[in-house]
Every structure is written in structure tokens, then in C-alpha cells.
């Protein structure tokens, strides 16, 4: 029998999420967890207004019955799956949340969604137990994903996180729901028999900012039905013949020993990456290179005849192709050419820089025209930690040239962006949005998580409609 078959860490993973408590949890773990979903909140108060958003909100609840299961910044309700696939849709919508920098995957769009339509559901849920579960959430799905080395899969062509994050979305609404380790493992079961997602999505298609949806709402049925005594695959993690790891493993050597590696010792809540600009993690070295070498030397980029990016294999595949017009917001999103265009026009990669207008103008193109990408394999062979590293070439009219490197971007582990800056990112994004007094109530309520006697005040907090983020800079 292969050591796959006999490696048997389906069931300890799940006797690990049955055993968690929130006392075993260390507080700083704790607190980047409820910093993290204050992240999640922030990007789904964004997302809840976007053209997009508003086109699957339609489409959704036309599809689906009524609930009580509170959907995002709209001021609607519906039943508990709809209201997950459309608030993780939301959080999903611009690209501003945050993601692992070795197992990618969207981790807040996973959780937060769980958590409300749960606590709905079960009517009411205490905020330490919610805690709990969410970190259950934020700790297994990149475990998972590593066991599929990762990162591989999005060179594979997979939409890693859905593919990974139905475990994230079965373990949150599995620990809610107060499962033991035999329901934990049928949740499990049934969550990777549901995990997909293609990466093609990126270029044009709206369904891309939905498939983080489509396994939150996937892993939040799995525990469903897991709870009522509907039984899943057993063993899902170590079965050599139609197994999770050894179907979407084959032939690539799949690490079964990753998915309960580390448990309760070293906590991937804490490695969990916070974007500081709106495009996809893989983006942010080039965007940082660009930003940095645009502050140092004041370049002018009328003066600019040649951007050179040097990336490894995972950010070459999932962020380069050339770019035509018209180009969608998910494509410019996606792209390193016009990241770092419109970085060096604009010195910012934000909402504005994806609005119908920015994505059209002739200055944008005149300077993409100019990027080559290579896939540099010293990168891609080089220390895990460092294989989202950029290295910028700008070279100028009269030949001079400027160069930078990233090992890591803002953000990842050794330079991570710390609780006052996504208290202050919160406050930034969702500012503009709602009124004053509910910005500070959320913001209590998410950070003062294990004090709320009921996860549905929250709910309560997030449910009227909030202000278009890109209303506005359309108009303009």
C-alpha cells in the first residue's frame, strides 16, 4: 500500500479542530485573528456595491428563496448557502483581501461568510466560539494547500483557493456547529469532493471574484449535512484511489504529512498575508519595486522606454499574458504590466486605478506597451519564502537604468503589516462608506470578537446598504 494510504492524517486533523478551544489559542494568535477578519469586514463593505457585485446579488437571490441570513452592505436577507456564496463574493470583489503567501488561497472570504450565516442559523453563536472556529478555518485550509506544494497548483492552472478553501469553510461551520471528530471528517469528506475552481477565470470573467464563493458555500453544506448525520468520504486525505491528495496530486508527489503538520505549535494565522494594494498577491512585489523606485529617483515616466519584470514560475503564469483593449478591472487586477504602469503613473494601485476610465487611457497603454515579463528560474529554485519575489528594471530615454529587488512584499512574514495599519486600512476603505458611528461599531464589535455575547449583533452591524465604492470615481 502506498505511503500515501497509510499516512492517516484525515483523522487527526479533525480529532485537532474537535480538541480546539479557545484557552489553547495563544492571545497574540488571537488577536491577528480578529484583526484578520476586520480585514475581511473592510474588503466586503467594499465589495458589496461593486457593478459586479450588484449584477451577482441580482442573479443570486432571483435564483434563491428568502432566509434570514443577512447579505453584505445591501440591507437584503436570504437563506444561509446564498448569503455565503454572496458575501464571500463580496469580500472576493476588488481584491483587497488577504491571502497566504505559500498555500494561496483568500482566507477572510472563507471564514467571515461562514461565520455569519452560522451563527444565523443555529440562532446565535457566542464570539468566543466564533473565534475559535474562524482560527480553525484560517489554520487548515493552507495546510491543505501545501500538501499540494502550494502554490504548484496555480502554475497547474487550478484557482488554488477553491480548491483548498471548501476545508476552511467545513472546518469554521463544523466547529460552530459543535461537531465531533467523525462528523468533522465526513464535513472534510464532503468538502473535497466539492473543491474546484479554474484560472482562466482571471482574465475576463466576473465568476472569478465568486469561486472563493462557490467553496465557502460548498464547505458551509458539507458541515451541514455532516451535522444531520449525511455521512462524506472517509479517510478524504489519505485514500490512494480517488482521494483528495491523489487525484488533484497526480504526478506531482502530493505531501500528506503538510495537512497536520505543526498543529497547536506554529499557527498559519499569523503567516496570512494583508494586502496593501487592490490587485492579486503575486502582484505586490512589482507594485512595491515600482512604488519605491518611482519615490526614490522622481522618475517621470514619459521618459521610461523599457520596464523589465523578472518573476518565478507561479507569478508568470498567473500574472502575466499580453494585455489587449479593452481590459476588464479582474484582467488589469491580474496582470503585472499594468500594475506596474499605473503604479508609476499614479504612485497607487487602489480602487482608482480600475475604474472604465484608468483601464482605457491612452497613457496606461503607451507605457504597458513597454513591459517585457521573463520567468526568472533562480526565483523560482530559490528559499519558499522567496519565491514571489520580483526583481524591477527601469530603464530611461537616455539609458540610464534602475533596478530593484523584493524578496518579500509588505506584507508577508518578515515584513508583515501590522494590527494598527489594517485597523487603519478598515477605516480607510470603508470609511467612505458608511457613517461614522456604524464604522466604530463594527470595528469594536470585530475587535472585541470574544467578548459579543451574539455573532448576529455583528450581522446586524454589517447588514443596511452601504455607498458604492466606485460610484463615485465613475462619475467623475
Not at 512589482?286 to 523599457?306: C, F, G, W, Y
Amino acid at each position: 500500500m502506498s505511503e500515501l494510504a497509510t499516512s492517516g492524517v484525515t483523522v487527526p486533523l479533525a480529532e485537532w479542530i474537535e480538541r480546539l478551544s479557545f484557552d489553547t489559542i495563544p492571545e497574540r494568535v488571537r488577536v491577528r485573528a480578529k484583526h484578520l477578519l476586520l480585514d475581511g469586514v473592510a474588503a466586503g463593505l467594499v465589495g458589496a456595491q461593486l457593478p459586479w457585485s450588484r449584477v451577482a446579488t441580482q442573479s443570486v437571490l432571483a435564483l434563491e428563496g428568502s432566509g434570514d441570513a443577512v447579505v453584505i452592505g445591501t440591507g437584503r436577507t436570504t437563506s444561509g448557502p446564498a448569503a455565503v456564496l454572496l458575501n464571500s463574493t463580496f469580500i472576493q470583489g476588488f481584491e483587497l483581501d488577504d491571502f497566504h503567501p505559500l498555500a494561496p488561497l483568500h482566507n477572510g472570504s472563507l471564514v467571515v461568510p461562514v461565520l455569519l450565516a452560522t451563527a444565523q442559523q443555529l440562532g446565535g453563536v457566542a464570539g468566543a466560539q466564533a473565534l475559535t472556529a474562524a482560527i480553525a478555518g484560517f489554520e487548515v485550509g493552507p495546510r491543505v494547500g501545501l500538501a499540494l506544494h502550494g502554490s504548484q497548483m496555480l502554475s497547474r492552472g487550478w484557482h488554488s483557493g477553491p480548491v483548498f478553501g471548501t476545508h476552511t469553510a467545513a472546518m469554521v461551520a463544523g466547529k460552530l456547529r459543535g461537531l465531533d471528530a467523525a462528523r468533522l471528517e465526513d464535513a472534510l469528506g464532503m468538502a473535497g469532493t466539492q473543491s474546484a475552481g479554474l484560472m482562466a477565470a482571471q482574465y475576463e470573467a466576473m465568476s472569478k471574484r465568486m469561486q472563493h464563493g462557490f467553496a465557502a458555500r460548498n464547505g458551509y453544506y458539507a458541515a451541514g449535512l455532516a451535522a444531520g448525520g449525511y455521512t462524506g468520504i472517509k479517510q478524504v486525505f489519505d485514500r490512494p484511489y480517488g482521494g483528495y491528495l491523489s487525484v488533484f496530486g497526480e504526478g506531482h508527489e502530493p505531501d500528506a504529512a503538510q495537512v497536520i503538520a505543526g498543529l497547536g505549535e506554529s499557527w498559519h494565522t499569523e503567516v496570512i498575508m494583508v494586502k496593501s494594494y487592490a490587485a492579486q498577491g503575486g502582484l505586490h512585489g512589482t507594485i512595491q519595486a515600482a512604488l519605491e523606485l518611482r519615490a526614490e529617483h522622481d522618475i517621470d515616466p514619459k521618459a521610461v522606454s523599457h520596464l523589465e519584470i523578472r518573476v518565478g514560475h507561479t507569478i508568470y503564469h498567473h500574472g502575466w499574458w499580453e494585455p489587449e483593449r479593452p481590459l476588464t478591472s479582474i484582467g488589469a487586477q491580474m496582470n503585472l504590466g499594468y500594475a506596474a504602469a499605473v503604479a508609476l503613473l499614479d504612485g497607487q494601485v487602489l480602487p482608482a486605478q480600475f475604474t472604465e476610465r484608468r483601464l482605457n487611457a491612452d497613457d496606461v497603454w503607451e507605457l504597458l506597451g513597454k513591459v517585457d515579463v521573463l520567468l526568472d528560474e533562480e526565483i523560482q529554485n530559490g528559499p519558499p519564502l522567496e519565491r514571489f519575489a520580483t526583481v524591477l528594471t527601469i530603464t530611461l530615454d537616455d539609458g540610464t537604468v534602475f533596478t530593484k529587488r523584493i524578496a518579500q512584499p509588505h506584507g508577508g512574514p518578515s515584513d508583515p503589516v501590522t494590527d494598527d495599519d489594517i485597523i487603519a486600512k478598515y477605516r480607510a476603505l470603508a470609511g467612505p462608506l458608511v457613517e461614522t458611528s456604524r464604522l466604530d461599531a463594527i470595528q469594536r464589535a470585530v475587535l472585541g470578537l470574544d467578548e459579543l455575547a451574539d455573532v448576529r449583533e455583528l450581522a446586524d452591524l454589517l447588514a443596511a446598504p452601504v455607498a458604492g465604492a466606485l460610484d463615485e470615481e465613475q462619475d467623475r
